[in-house]
């Protein structure tokens, strides 16, 4: 029997979008683009990390959320985005596939605060 392959971080990503859209939320996230010397970069003036999506629902609240495939792990960066965000009074996740029952719960307007950073 083969074994499924798990799910990508972008068709993860694009599962959230998507499900966001869904239930009413507003949707920000930045596409990385290809250089001239075929290096992949996300052209954004500020500090490198910070969190893939930004979801705002008019009665939801905002959401920061990094999303990872299952073993993706955070960089600095993105530790220390994470961090300050919450720090300032962000609702702030780390989300992974594994995560999409919680996920869809959140974007139905549900809550649960052990699920923060």
Known sequence: MASLDPMSERDFQ?????LAILHGWKVHHVRPGMTST?????????HRGFPDLVLCHDKHGIVFAELKANKGRLDEAQVDWLRFLDSAGGEVYVWRPTDLPYILKRL???RDATQTV
């Open 14 to 18: 694009d599962q959230v979008i998507a």
């Open 38 to 46: 075929g290096r992949w970069m996300t052209h954004v003036q500020g």
């Open 108 to 110: 139905k307007g549900i």
